[in-house]
């Protein structure tokens, strides 16, 4: 029998060799975590849903807009001590995934910010998508919401999606 007509089993050839035949000279270097900063939200997080907004001129919102998000919340039988809303404004270069780790969050509501600027791909605006595990819904500014009723339709179909109402 010559050397080209020996057939050995694929079981035994991967326990004869357990280790990589060639060894690897490049290794990977870990990667260094990027500390992250004390990032404040207003709400108790009870129920892990992450609210983003963006507002340069405010902490968070004006009294306005902060009661038509607690009647959107009190529509959806929660409260502000269910969810985590955190201006963006403040901290500038974090994406989605950090705001993640920061909050544990399992639901994520983005007011009128980019994708792109928290490291998402394009999305469309009330339509229920999943990034980085969690669902994700993208809406328009609140102070569009509550000047349009038809804005205001989208966002209810949307957040019924989202929390199973």
């Known amino acids: ?7 050995l089993d694929p079981y ?5 060799y357990d280790q990589p035949i ?8 870990p990667a260094v975590a990027k500390a992250l900063p004390q990032v404040k939200y207003l709400g108790e997080n009870q129920k892990n ?4 907004i963006q507002n340069e001129s405010e902490a968070y919102l004006n009294e306005e ?8 919340l009190n529509a959806c039988k929660l409260g502000m001590q269910d969810v ?3 201006n963006t404004a403040t901290y500038p270069g974090l994406t989605l995934a950090n705001y993640k ?4 969050a399992r639901q994520c509501i983005i007011f009128a910010i980019p994708p792109a600027s ?4 394009p999305m469309q605006p009330y339509l229920l998508e999943t990034h980085l595990q969690i669902p994700v819904l993208h809406s328009d500014h609140l102070q569009q919401i509550a000047t349009d009723k038809q804005l205001k339709g989208r966002l209810w179909q949307g957040l019924k999606q989202l929390f199973g109402i």
Request: overall charge negative.
């Open 49 to 52: 849903i992450l609210l983003l």
């Open 84 to 86: 985590a809303l955190i």
């Open 22 to 29: 060639i060894p690897e000279e490049n290794r990977a270097q």
């Open 101 to 104: 780790e920061v909050t544990a």
């Open 12 to 16: 035994l050839l991967a326990q004869m």
């Open 65 to 72: 807009l902060f009661n038509l998000l607690a009647n959107i």
């Open 1 to 7: 029998m010559s050397l080209e007509q020996l057939q």
């Open 118 to 121: 928290l490291g998402l791909p």
